[in-house]
């Protein structure tokens, strides 16, 4: 991004209330270290536990990853902005903050999408689970959704590249993030505006379309089988899954019902916030509290770590 006016951005934030100020300081730091607790410690679990290298633990310890770069890319530099004050951030900050947040955001998407079809293959096809969800299989569905990121951020982020700031360089917003952006540039905007828009609508339906294809055959594939016992535990293992893909789908879906740059941004910067510090927070509890192995793994970690103090 090359600008010859401004090189700096001032983010307002979401209050200049002091005392708003410190409730959020405290919220968010509380979300963040719970975040970073809660998926680190998924990560080293699937690392340490032989029980949890199997595909399903892959993908989620490859989520909680996202997690932690999706929450770090933004939450820490709001922190410091209220700590500090220091509310400018440099034009190539900003950049590589947009960069980041929605690659990891759009990924995530992706990966979402991955793990429904994990579930799809561990229910509808479990005797070809194993052959279907190899290490390598496994491996080629991550770097895909990387890849798939990537691709869906380029052609905003080229449009971007090219968007002039003559006047205010003050982004009503605690983040770098592209509608903000877009709302004080001096450059003609809807070429960017309508490629933000058809992309992301194009993220949402695809994975979308992929999760709700996977689940429709689950649950047609779990109504057959014979007794509760055995639905009950395949809907246990679907079931924590499903509520994270809600919560993200619901919000993203939120945002985007009123996509305009040009307008009231209060109401999505409460939102982003939400996405960026609740939601990365809630998942691996999501996940631990309703899966028995890795509640089992944690507590035999625990204990292990327990018997080598005492020695």
């Not at 006016?5 to 100020?21: A, H, K, N, S």
């Not at 990891?104 to 279907?132: N, Q, W």
């Not at 809807?190 to 649950?219: D, G, H, K, R």
């Not at 079931?239 to 919560?247: L, Q």
């Amino acid at each position: 991004m090359r600008n010859r006016t401004i090189t700096t951005f001032i983010l307002l934030g979401l209050t200049d209330d002091p005392e708003l100020q410190v409730l959020i300081f405290i919220f968010l730091f509380l979300a963040y270290m719970l975040s970073l607790t809660g998926n680190l410690t998924i990560i080293t679990l699937t690392f340490v536990d032989s029980h949890l290298k199997t595909p399903m633990y892959f993908f989620l310890k490859n989520f909680s990853f996202l997690e932690v770069s999706f929450i770090s890319s933004c939450i820490p530099r709001y922190l410091y902005s209220i700590a500090t004050g220091d509310k400018i951030i440099t034009y190539n900050a900003c950049f590589i903050q947009v960069c980041f947040t929605d690659l990891c955001g759009i990924t995530e998407f992706f990966l979402l999408a991955a793990m429904s079809y994990d579930r799809y293959v561990a229910i509808c096809k479990p005797l070809h689970y194993v052959t279907i969800m190899s290490s390598r299989v496994c491996g080629i569905l991550i770097s895909s959704c990387w890849m798939a990121g990537l691709c869906v951020l380029i052609p905003p982020l080229s449009l971007g590249l090219n968007l002039k700031f003559c006047d205010s360089n003050r982004l009503d917003h605690f983040g770098c993030d592209a509608f903000p952006l877009v709302k004080i540039s001096c450059s003609d905007t809807w070429p960017m505006e309508q490629t933000v828009i058809i992309c992301a609508v194009l993220t949402l339906n695809m994975t979308l379309t992929c999760v709700v294809l996977s689940y429709a055959y689950i649950i047609k594939t779990i109504f057959r089988f014979p007794s509760d016992q055995q639905r009950k535990k395949a809907f246990s293992t679907c079931s924590s899954h499903m509520i994270v893909v809600s919560i993200t789908y619901g919000t993203c879906i939120f945002i985007y019902m009123n996509p305009t740059a040009k307008g009231e941004v209060t109401i999505k910067k409460v939102v982003s916030l939400l996405i960026f510090s609740v939601s990365p927070t809630l998942n691996p509890f999501i996940y631990t509290l309703r899966n028995n192995q890795v509640k089992r793994a944690f507590k035999d970690s625990i204990k292990r770590i327990a018997l080598l103090s005492t020695r």
